[in-house]
């Protein structure tokens, strides 16, 4: 049981660079996060998909788009990279209907 | 103001103190509060979890709510250097699966 996975650790893209976060659960919960985390900022919320096949906007979405792929899978895209986006992202996973989060290991982001 | 206040710190303390971390929160709607525990480079764990007013035991670690002052707090008792790490409070209001994060406050046990 890995819990929440996280690919890849680190990445570094140039601006206008594009990419995409892997994020995935094997514990069969419902709901999936995807968070930034910035020195003095705490976890930002990016996207929620609170369950297969739904995807909503959090906090701070705006460069950024998600996929749900099927109930295991939740993926974050940068299309088009700025300095701005360096950070850790993590995403994380909840069984629905509880309120607290397991979270991945984190992908740390360096935009240049 | 955030709707969730958590002093940063460092806090550093020497090995064995009882150590207290502390969250003020704005909004009287959240009945849920959790405690992280994120080591440096790690993403972050659940420590704590209660809901609504009272205290929660678990081994060194007491968690305590006070709805009427909005205030949350961690204890720690007998801490040691593996302690060491940014503790996360957290808060929901029923119904509502997203929460509301504090900055975090990080913790240095000394030997």
């Known amino acids: 049981n890995a819990g929440v996975t996280q690919t890849p650790k680190f990445q570094v893209l140039k601006t206008g660079q594009s990419m995409t976060l892997q994020c995935a659960q094997d514990?069969?919960?419902?709901?999936m996060y995807w968070y930034r985390q910035d020195p003095g900022m705490g976890l930002r919320l990016i996207y929620y998909?609170?369950?297969?096949?739904?995807?909503d906007k959090g906090e701070v979405p705006n460069g950024y788009n998600v996929s749900r792929l099927n109930k295991r899978e939740f993926s974050l895209r940068l299309e088009s990279a700025a300095p701005s986006q360096t950070s850790v992202y993590f995403c994380a996973s909840t069984p629905g209907g509880v309120y607290e989060q397991y979270f991945g290991p984190g992908t740390r982001l360096t935009v240049t | 103001q955030k709707e969730v206040e958590q002093d940063p710190g460092p806090l550093s303390v020497p090995e064995g103190a009882i150590v207290s971390l502390n969250c003020t929160y704005s909004n009287s709607a959240f009945q849920y509060f959790m405690w992280y525990r994120q080591y440096s480079r790690k993403g972050p764990e659940l420590l704590m979890y209660?809901?609504?007013?009272g205290n929660k035991e678990d081994g060194r670690f007491t968690a305590q709510v006070d709805k009427s002052s909005k205030y949350i707090s961690l204890f720690i008792r007998d801490s040691q250097p593996s302690d060491s790490a940014t503790y996360l409070c957290a808060m929901s209001i029923g119904g509502s699966y997203i929460p509301t994060f504090g900055r975090g406050t990080s913790l240095i046990v000394h030997p």
């Open positions: 998909s609170a369950s297969e096949g739904t995807t």
């Open positions: 209660t809901y609504s007013s």
């Open positions: 514990m069969n919960h419902n709901s």
